[in-house]
């Protein structure tokens, strides 16, 4: 089956006073028809910088210089500002993180969905309209005909992501890509969502690709995991195998540091260090400073990925746990 | 004082929803707690009712040279003309009733002032939004022009210009509408950096819309609070200044008298103790900005979310 998102060799960098920032580093992956792609990192690891070079958003100073985004088979890299704009919100739309601001504040709700349907179909102001109203009842808004004359700020904000769902969903693009959508949420309304988003995903075949930092939103929600560190893919494969058994000692150190895993009590577990300057990458494996299992090579070079049977993959010297993955 | 202010904080969300208040009625209500920007108001629109009424309530029409009679010249406040009908405020220099010269003139005068107010917020709005939105070289272009403009003495431009285009009421409008894009321009641009920073603009882009839809659907209603603020002190300041071109005498011609032009004619009588040819004009003059500036200061201080108690 064709995926309908294949990156490979993807290089975004930003061209700063300071320097060369790397933030997307030779990424390479791809999204099968229905599939949930977890895309996890932390703060700077580039993987928001990834979402936005596959919607186009990428400004000066930013440019990708290098590798391939294949959106149904056509190539998104080189495509010009009215060709990215008719892909936009057709093909692949996009969910951000803080649902008070992606609303614009002064427009009412169905004049913000009327618009994004008339960006691409031509449709009369009230075929559009109806259509805004079903999508704002799919996602679970209660009275929706009546909440279409709202203002965002008459929203709560777990209303307001479900509005930003229901706009991302209005063209059914094959692919959505969610930048961290439930962070700003608190967790009984993240659950929602989650599973909302699931069921939606499940009933229209749409692809997700997840950015997060929160593993245990990966771990329920994803089919498949990319842990990126500093600009590049350290560890992918299906979820089950790579949060069971880590092959990175990236991957490791992130389930290790996650709250549930400590003993009540016990000073909480943290990977030492900081994320390294994109400006200035060290010559080896930009891990290597951070890592507790480095060793001379590590600072030497940088490793490659090293493929593992079921489709998983490793960027490291050492890898952790390759019993489990033999077993 | 946090006592005071904690029960009307924790009441208000709830509130909200059930009245469905819309934000421009909530605007309403927070204009009208001033008693004196409602004064201000009501002083406008009497003036505006005044002016669209002036054929209907002027005893005489000061257009008309042929019941101007120079017989009634420089008669005091409450006189009769030869016609029959009582000068309340006098008549000038050529004989025309004052009150009637007031109230056309100032339909002259408050045409002008929202012609150019709203051309110039128009023209200037959109230059600032392209220079914010395109960035780089057009928006180094478009604000240095905007610099050079706004370090010219606003009269002396407008002078200027009137002197090169001649007279008449398109032409001075055309002048002043130069002389105050600027304005717009410098304050849109500055909203417009702001908001085009923001997550909505991003997530306008993210759906497909065009440039033009992002810039004028999205971002403009966003900028639009200083707008409106600065059309009030600007139209204001377009009438005082077309009344100072007409003092000097580039302005609108002598058959069709503005606020500037009867203050003009009574300037010459003035020593001579026929002070209310001027007076009264320059009192009607005064009167309508004062309230068009009672209005403006509230809605910038409604409309400025800082100053929200």
Redesign the interface.
Known sequence: MAPVLEVSGLKTHFFTRAGTVKSVDGVSFRVDRGEVLGLVGESGSGKSVTGFSV?G?IDPPGKIVEGSIKLNGKELVGLDEEGF??????EV??I???PM???????RVDTQMI??VT??DKVSHKAARERARDALAKVGIPSPEERLN??PH?FSGGMRQRV?IA?ALLHRPPLIICDEPTTALDVTIQSQILAEMQSLCADTGTALVWITHDLGVVAGLADRIAVMYAGRIVETGAVDPVLDSPLHPYTNGLLGSLPAEGEPGAPLRQIRGSTPSLARLPQGCAFAARCDYAQADCLASAPDVTPFPGERGVRCHHPLNLAGVAA | MSDAALPSAAAQPPA??AK?E??FRRFVRSFVEDRLALFGLALFILIVLLAIAAPLIAPQNPYDLASVDVMDSRQPPGSVSGEGFTMWLGSDGVGRDLLSGILYGLRISLMVGAFSGILAASIGAAIGLIAAYAGGRTENAIMRLVDLQLSLPSVLVALILVAGLGKGVDKIIIALVMVQWAYYARTVRGSALVERR???V?????????HA?TVF??IL??C?APVIVIVTVQTAHAISLEATLSFLGVGLPQTEPSLGVLIANGFQYMLSGSYWISVFPGFALLMTIVSINLVGDRLRDVLNPRLEK
């Not at chain 1, 704009?85 to 057709?90: A, I």
């Not at chain 1, 601001?101 to 427009?107: A, D, E, G, K």
């Open positions: 919607m958003l704009r008719k892909v936009r919100g057709r739309a996009m951000f993180q803080d601001m992606t609303l614009n504040p002064v427009l618009e994004a960006a691409h709202a203002y008459q930003a706009i | 909200a929803p469905e819309t934000p923001k997550e909505y991003e997530a306008a882009q993210s759906l497909g819309l065009s839809r659907r999205h209603p966003n639009l």
